[in-house]
């Protein structure tokens, strides 16, 4: 099966590759992510009611208001790469979490 | 498939271009007033010319509605004197904010008597300045009866000045009470308001257009500013602007020293937005500028550092206690009602508590206490100042969505873990922008700047006033004088400079060029400077300009945006090093260290150095350290007219 797998030739995933992750069940396409990215990372995606593509992750400044101004709740979410996930610490057990 | 690797996967080719592509393309737009770069002062300054009954021009090169550095948020409404809980006098504030070497006491003057006018207009028009929904009942600077709440900022102590940790005296509030001169703001409602007005004004916006030149009477350099070129980053169309006065509202020039997008993200405190564009513009057209020689250390963030700006000890921690790993409390101020106000720990205090973590007497890593708090206090902390401000919303979001609590949870610090910034990586627009006389205009006629655009800005609220001040006093300008025909051939070669990234589809892409741009300044403009090591960085930059420009290519609208950028960055960087050769001495203030004049702030040298062009050649001038004479006097002197708060529709 694996020997099978159809290979095509691309070049690097960029890092990040996916500054935010989109729900396709509850985002509709309205494109208003991409119309407040001060960068322009995103694109409509072809196929209309579609999430967006992000075209230019890797020049995500982390503005957040793609998140923030979206007006369906949980259609998109911030994904921060592995290196930028923040900590906190119970202050009572000591136990200590990370995003 | 929200990946284009996904995309790619799954349909067998990459998208189409989701926009019409317009290359070649021109469109003609024609108003009273343009204005270039719909941040802020961009948007103020439309809306203020707007309100004068005029025809405008709003250009933006990312979408008005978030753009600029506070399109996502702001949480202080700084230097608002003139507010009803204030207990200083406005002029004495502004007098006291410019008694600071190489600032801008003509736009502090303006903040300082206009900016709480302008926060109740921007009230008007759907902005939240007030806890209207009685939220922060009980916390400290909360007014019941405005239900303004003011921040402990600058209450007493003002630490605007490194390590200057002091309180002051005011004539006007002798008894010493709190300043109050700080207001805390919703700021993530501003910018959408903002936006939302200028098109109820009728204000004709440009989204997505980057303004790449000012044209000038007959095309000359040095002539009347009649108009601007752009460029639309999603089609390629070509826009030709003609205007009667044209405001310059763009930033400075964010990542000259760095870049760094593979891990990093955009690894500094402004995004790549900010590339300078409005200063070589105007550079361009023969406007004199100032300060360029100054330098700061680049506020790395996101990627490179966590992004609570630097960390714990810092403003965006305001009022949170600062404890070790075991609970112990740091002597790290916090810009809390505690320290009236103090942000930056002394180099004392600092060494004192490196010197305790090797010796075991403190535990790292740092931690924000929240849960010692004061319920009301946590929430307006972590609710209102972080939740508000800038960048900082979404990391609130992402914690909360992730469990955190801050009622029960202390929230890790980074500060000595992520260690400092680099020395050679500095940082272009410490006080560097265009010179500007009491009418915001700037040396060429017909040209105004506002915001970050002028020498010596300011944060949010200044941006603001300012805007709003340039907006008026352009559309006053704009009424005494006609439209002016524009050059074709100025036009002509703008647009031949545009286009020539698009013409070519393999060599140096903009990336590459931008990291050749900073390793350049890294190499000669880094801690060590003197007159050979600024030579070696002109000649590496000419040899870039030369060799590497020629080569620069661009495969869609949006990297042809980028490549323009660097052009921007390219000659921001030669403009710097002309500056800094032409300080003969070493400046505190400026962070500006001179191996071969190294004499800190010699007596003589205690002026503005400006810098311009004349028939393309570099000419510099100076300008003593208060030109702008008597702050009150001028002011009053050329707002006769000035009526307050707009009362219109």
Redo the contacts between chains.
């Keep these: 099966m694996m020997a099978d797998k159809k290979i095509t030739a691309v070049p690097n995933v960029t890092t990040p590759s996916a500054p935010v992750i989109f729900d396709p069940d509850i985002c509709d396409g309205c494109n208003t992510c991409v119309e407040v990215c001060q960068i322009d990372v995103f694109m409509p995606n072809p196929e209309k009611g579609k999430p967006p593509i992000m075209l230019h992750p890797d020049e995500c400044w982390y503005g957040g208001c793609c998140v923030n101004d979206c007006p369906r709740p949980g259609a998109i979410k911030f994904n921060w790469p592995l290196q930028q996930r923040g900590y906190w610490k119970n202050k009572a057990t000591g136990e200590v979490h990370q995003i | ?5 996904s ?3 799954e349909k ?1 080719q990459a ?2 271009w ?1 926009y019409p592509v317009r290359f070649d393309q021109e469109q003609e737009i024609s108003s009273d007033v343009l204005v270039i770069g719909g941040g802020i002062a961009g948007c103020w300054a439309a809306i203020s010319a707007a309100r004068q009954g005029l025809n405008v021009a709003l250009v933006e ?3 008005t ?4 550095a506070g ?2 948020g702001c949480d202080h409404w700084c230097n608002a004197p003139a507010n009803p809980l204030s207990n200083v006098d406005p002029d004495e504030w502004a007098e006291h904010m410019a008694d600071r070497p190489y600032c801008n006491g003509i736009g502090l003057q303006i903040q300082c008597r206009e900016n709480f006018d302008t926060l109740l207009e921007l009230e008007k028009i759907g902005g939240k300045v007030r806890d209207t929904e009685d939220e922060y009942v009980g916390a400290e600077g909360r007014d019941d009866k405005t239900k303004f709440m003011i921040s402990p900022r600058y209450t007493k102590v003002h630490s605007y000045v490194p390590w200057a940790i002091k309180p002051t005296t005011f004539k006007s509030n002798p008894e010493g009470k709190l300043n109050n001169v700080v207001i805390r703001v919703w700021g ?1 409602t501003f910018k959408p308001a903002l936006k939302k007005e200028c098109k109820r004004l009728g204000v004709k916006i440009f989204d ?1 257009v980057m303004g790449t030149g000012l044209l000038t009477e007959n095309g000359v350099q040095g002539g009347r500013v009649i108009g601007a070129t752009g460029v639309n ?2 089609t390629g169309e070509f826009m030709i602007f003609k205007s009667k006065a044209t405001i310059l509202s763009t930033a400075g020039a964010g990542s000259i020293w760095l870049i760094s ?3 990093g ?2 690894s500094n405190m402004m ?3 900010i590339s300078g564009d409005g200063t070589v513009m105007a550079w361009k057209a023969g406007a004199e500028l100032t300060t360029m020689e100054g330098s700061g250390v680049l506020r790395i963030a ?2 490179l550092k ?2 609570w700006y630097t960390g714990a000890g810092d403003a965006s921690y305001e009022n949170v206690p600062l404890v070790d790993a075991n ?1 112990k409390r740091l002597p790290l101020p916090i810009q809390g009602w505690v320290d009236a106000g103090a942000m930056v720990p002394s180099p004392e205090v600092e060494n004192k508590i490196r010197e305790g973590i090797l010796k075991g007497e403190y535990a790292l ?1 740092f ?1 924000g ?1 929240f ?1 010692a708090m004061p319920e009301v206090e946590r929430k307006a902390t972590w609710n209102l100042m972080l939740g508000e401000e ?2 900082t ?3 609130i ?3 909360n ?4 609590d801050p009622s ?5 610090s980074y500060k000595f873990i992520e260690g400092n910034s680099l020395p050679q990586w500095g940082e272009a627009g410490y006080g560097g922008g265009l010179v500007v006389d009491w009418n915001l205009k700037t040396t060429l006629d017909g040209l105004y700047a506002a915001g970050t655009q002028m020498f010596a800005p300011e944060d949010h609220s200044y941006a603001a006033a300012t805007g709003r001040y340039a907006g008026r006093k352009a559309a006053a300008y704009a009424r005494q004088v006609s439209e002016s025909k524009i050059s074709r051939e100025q036009v002509d070669r703008e647009k031949a400079r545009v286009y020539a990234p698009i013409k070519r589809s393999s060599g140096i892409e903009w990336k590459e060029l931008h990291a050749g741009i900073a390793r350049v300044m890294q190499y000669y403009v880094s801690e060590f400077k003197n007159e050979a090591l600024f030579n070696m960085a002109l000649g590496a930059l000419r040899k870039i300009e030369e060799e590497s420009v020629p080569l620069l290519f661009a495969l869609d609208p ?1 990297k042809l ?2 490549s323009l950028e660097d052009l921007s960055l390219l000659s921001y960087a030669q403009i710097i090093i002309q500056a800094m050769k032409a300080r003969k001495a070493s400046s505190v203030p400026l962070n500006f260290r001179r191996i071969d004049y190294p004499t800190l702030d010699p007596p003589e040298w205690n002026k503005f150095l400006t810098i311009k062009q004349e028939n393309g050649k570099v000419k510099t001038g100076e300008l003593p350290m208060t030109f702008w004479g008597n702050m009150k006097n001028q002011y009053e002197a050329h707002n006769k007219d000035y009526s307050g708060v707009y009362k219109g529709k």
């Design positions: 498939m929200s990946t284009w690797h995309y790619f996967k067998g998208p189409d989701p090169k990312g979408d509605v978030r753009s600029g399109g996502p993530s997505r980053n999603r997008t593979e891990l993200g955009y995004s790549r937005a996101t990627g966590h992004k609970g890593p931690y206490d849960p800038s960048t919303k979404i990391i979001k992402t914690f969505e992730a469990g955190y029960r949870d202390l929230l890790q949006h945006l980028r």
